[in-house]
């Protein structure tokens, strides 16, 4: 029983686990701005491809430019 006792004790005094966690739930975090930052330069830069696609072709030599 005081083993069982003096374990519980080191369990509930020992901190590695909790900065685990910490540390998991920030790098969660970091991943999820990191994707949503990729995402989002992505979006702008088929945005920004498709205007200089629409504005080729609209260009009098520019009929034969395929996008």
Known sequence: MNKLMTMTRQFRDDE???A???YSILIG???VAA???IVGIGAYVTH???TLCTTL???PNGATITC
């Open 16 to 18: 590695n686990g909790a």
């Open 20 to 22: 685990m966690v910490e």
């Open 29 to 31: 975090i970091i991943a």
């Open 35 to 37: 994707i949503t930052a």
């Open 48 to 50: 920004q491809f498709a």
């Open 57 to 59: 072709k609209a260009h």
